[in-house]
């Protein structure tokens, strides 16, 4: 007991200790890992409206506290894009973007979400997370994709507009002022486009990020890129973050509290979808809840680095794991890495032009648009494609207030689920050719007998759809006048509360005192211990019920044939 304590509130002290050829292995995992982290986390940073360096704050420190106390050592965290974008338009919507006062809201902003994470950690609720399904995650995540790849037209063009709170307004903007373009920043981007597409064609062992914004950046230089109107990186402070309690006021706190919630929500989604695959291809475990603790004391510590939220980073996890990483160190490699590059590169990335992370970003997130997810969500069902599509397209109308899309098909979802549960599958049954009891319309089955009635209810019998169900039993008895028994078959209803249970004990009294008894066959466990707790089986009678739906359609027949002689 006290050590699974201790591994919840200190897990790195758990991990198995490494032998040489571990660590030389993670050494270089952590490298790499950190070839492509220290751009990512430039970009990343420009996409969530603050300066280039907050990138960098973001992949230390942040990337350390979420292996620490994580349930994963293999995933890698830091600035993403899908949280970067919440970002962006959740603290856009309170200060001006680029203004200090957004940047201050932005370490809020991941503050809060960060305790957001920690408090349903620590309250074992991940698996409140299921809210979120499949479908409107892809919806949001197709939308979101797109979003984010335009918003990146202005700094690969150089049009500069004012923004507006209507995304698809900017967008039109920049694209109808052609006279604007910066022939320079236009060529930078799609050059740097080509080589991350060619270097994933053909040479996708080799850095090609880092590559790229080595080449773009001496070719930024030799060409006075920034002197003919281009934008760069510029100076970035060298050097640890400072460290202190964010900025809090309590307006804006509760104003971002609903985007904190949704960037924990969608952080977490995208951390955990890397957890999963990392388990299954390493067979080993992970904990939901820790790894909610551990993302959200990682964005705790981008807020006192005062720097942006953090999430599990699909890319990099995946470049951890291929890289052959071991334990949680190749994480504190990589960490060791980018606070080098604080101390020591930094004047290298001066002259790096914005139109080659804005590539960066294009190409990154072209990867996310899978909109044949859609289509099999649809094919899947029609509830889940609908989610789908009015999440894809309530993202795309409520941009750059993306986190009302996702709440829009979240809220959508919900609805669906309890409606489906109002409204169960109740249906008669009559007896197939192989010896099982099946829907009597869909295979077009004749009666059990004129005097035995069957059906089955493929749902639990709760307060919300007990109604659904007497009704179907009524119309059974309505369409059956010579009716003698009625058979529930209820091998389908897994739970029963009180209003089930009252509201069958009624239908029981009623067409006893119209000569119909009721007999249940194929009860579950849970079904059962509530019908005898309540008193409900003495009034049905033991001899109502029965262990398979064949003994009871063969017991109830012959009742009937010896009240007939």
Known sequence: MANSRVARLLPFLFWPRPDRQAVVRDLLAGIAVSLLAIPQSLAYAQLAGVPAYFGLYAAFIPSIVAVLFGSSPILSSGPVAMTSLLTAASVGLIAPPGSEQFVTYVTLLALLSGLFQIGLGLARAGVLLNLLSHPVLMGFINAAAIIIALSQLSALT??????????????????????????????YGLLSIAMLLLFRRYAPRLPGVLIMVAVLTALSYATAFAEHGGKIVGEIPTGMP???????????????????????????????SSCK??????????????????????????????????SGSFSRSALNLASGAKTGYSALFSASFVLFTLFFLTPLLYHLPKPALAAMIVVAVANLIDLRALRRSWAASR?????????????????????????????????AFFYRRMSPRIVEVGMHDDGVLRDAQHFKLPPLHRRLGAIRCDAALFFANVSFFEEAIRKLERDNPDLKYILVVANGINQIDASGVEMLRELVRRLRECGITVAISGAKFQFMEVVERTGLAAEIGSDNFFGSDKLAVASLLERLQATEQ
């Open 242 to 272: 400072s460290i202190s309690l964010p900025a809090l006021d309590w307006p804006a706190t509760m104003a971002l509290l609903p985007a904190a919630f949704v960037i924990a929500l969608i952080s977490f989604m995208e951390a955990m």
């Open 383 to 415: 509830d889940d494609g609908v989610a789908a599509v009015l999440t894809f397209f309530a993202t795309l109308s409520f941009a750059p207030n993306i986190q009302n899309g996702i709440l829009t098909g979240i809220i959508f979802a919900l609805g």
């Open 158 to 187: 150089g049009i500069v507009v004012p923004q507006t709170e209507y995304f698809i307004l900017d967008i039109w903007h920049v694209l109808s002022r052609p006279d604007r373009l910066h022939g320079m920043s236009l060529a």
């Open 277 to 310: 695959v990392i388990a299954i291809k390493t067979r080993s475990r992970w904990d939901e809840n820790q790894e909610l603790i551990g993302q959200g004391l990682a964005k705790v510590a981008a807020a006192f680095c005062h720097s942006m939220p953090v």
